[in-house]
DNA sequence: TTGACTTCATTGCATATGCAACGAATATTC
DNA sequence: GAATATTCGTTGCATATGCAATGAAGTCAA
């Protein structure tokens, strides 16, 4: 048996961006397992409403483009799940009167019904991780925050 | 107007699973950038060499089983992961002789000379990482420590 | 004003994904 | 040891995704 030269050392379980990615899928999953089933709505929905359950400034409504831009998603995936959420009557989308190839949406009575319920259980969850980290927890912000200023830079 | 009851003042971008997603997102994507075009490799399928790489205990050959497990990927997603890999001659599938239920998974020589390159660039770029956070990144390992105990318990 | 650029949102297309179902192999129970 | 249950890996299928291309609207410069 020849015996090949070694590799070097690599432990994918302490590698940063790996474990960034388990801890993110899990708790995401963690949380999707309380509304998905009741409430029906995905991932990239329920960022979608977040956004708009908290408009900036005084802003009433916002544009795919301001949630591409804040929410992390690609603006197709904002785009399609804008159009599921407008499909089951959580949101409306309207032209912008001043610049019309900006799309206005904003949340329903029934999204805004629906969100009224999502957002304490989204709250209570962060309580939970909280409370379960324990101290660790101000550590992890701390390190979240300077990652996302570093990886967001460029 | 009418005015409607207010929602509670959730802020996402606070919002810990909605954090982590994002810092996965990025910190995954800027490491892909740099072997992504140079190897053809995606990250499903680099996850599965970087457990091949390190054969845990003596183990020579592993199962989609274990890489399911310890790499946090569906079982479908490693099979196919697998496959392309295969196909791209980079490792070898083997039916286990003890149990011929399980496919052991191995690199090739070539898979081998591949991840000679990779693992040293993907060291790297965890040093960098943790130059970039400076103080702040034993705080977020400590917490990614924590959190990944919790929510892989049940 | 006209024409060249840019921006915004959607969509077509190829690929990736999750989940359930499946077939083969092994384990368990009686 | 026969029947049943469980495990392993793959695949079919419906859906989701990323990316590029598109069309519509706006901006800019001459």
Do not use: C
Not at 7 to 25: E, G, I, K, N, Q
């Amino acid at each position: 048996m020849t015996n090949k030269p070694p590799l070097p050392d690599f432990d994918l379980s302490h590698f940063t961006p790996y474990r960034l990615a388990v801890a993110a899928d899990r708790t995401s999953e963690e949380l999707a397992r309380q509304y998905r089933a009741r409430f029906g709505v995905s991932i990239p929905e329920w960022r979608v409403l977040v956004h708009l359950a908290k408009p900036v400034d005084g802003a009433q409504t916002v544009s795919v483009r301001d949630i591409e831009a804040r929410v992390a998603m690609e603006k197709s995936k904002v785009s399609r799940a804008a159009s599921r959420l407008e499909a089951a009557g959580l949101i409306v989308k309207a032209q912008d009167a001043g610049d019309r190839r900006l799309v206005r949406l904003a949340l329903t009575d029934k999204g805004r019904a629906l969100m009224a319920d999502l957002l304490p259980l989204a709250m209570a969850y962060q309580q939970e991780i909280e409370a379960r980290l324990a101290d660790a927890f101000a550590g992890l912000e701390d390190g979240l925050e300077a990652l996302l200023r570093e990886v967001s830079a460029r």
